[in-house]
Nanobody, 124 residues
Framework: QVQLVESGGGLVQAGGSLRLSCAGS????????IGWFRQAPGKEREFVAG????????LYADSVKGRFTISRDNAKNTVYLQMISLKLEDTAVYFC?????????????????WGQGTQVTVSS
């Protein structure tokens, strides 16, 4: 099993940047693919980005491609989501998720382990 803790959320103006972190427990963290998802009030949880074991492959939702970058540091048991050029519509609770599948998926059902989430609020 793996436990996940997100951090780095906050309030930022449109056009600004944030870096989210997802810290995982256990010596087998590198064996898990990791996904970032987000959920805005009244909306379904949606895929943002995913990364495979050992720093690849990576996947992105079309809405964040070119603005968000996912990366991982297995020595620190951490996956990052660098977000730039933030928009109002990026406001949501951001979750990281993990699974032992071979490649990252785009559906929440592809992941068996979830963190508690971190709030990102983009203001005008």
């Amino acid at each position: 099993q793996v436990q996940l803790v997100e951090s780095g959320g906050g309030l930022v103006q449109a056009g600004g940047s944030l870096r989210l972190s997802c810290a995982g427990s256990g010596r087998t963290f590198r064996s898990y693919v990791i996904g970032w998802f987000r959920q805005a009030p009244g909306k379904e949880r949606e895929f943002v980005a995913g990364i495979g074991r050992n720093d690849g492959p990576t996947l992105y939702a079309d809405s964040v491609k070119g603005r968000f970058t996912i990366s991982r540091d297995n020595a620190k048991n951490t996956v990052y989501l660098q977000m730039i050029s933030l928009k109002l519509e990026d406001t949501a609770v951001y979750f990281c998720a993990a699974d032992l599948r071979l490649v990252p998926g785009r559906s929440p059902t592809d992941y068996g382990y979830w963190g508690q989430g971190t709030q990102v609020t983009v203001s005008s």
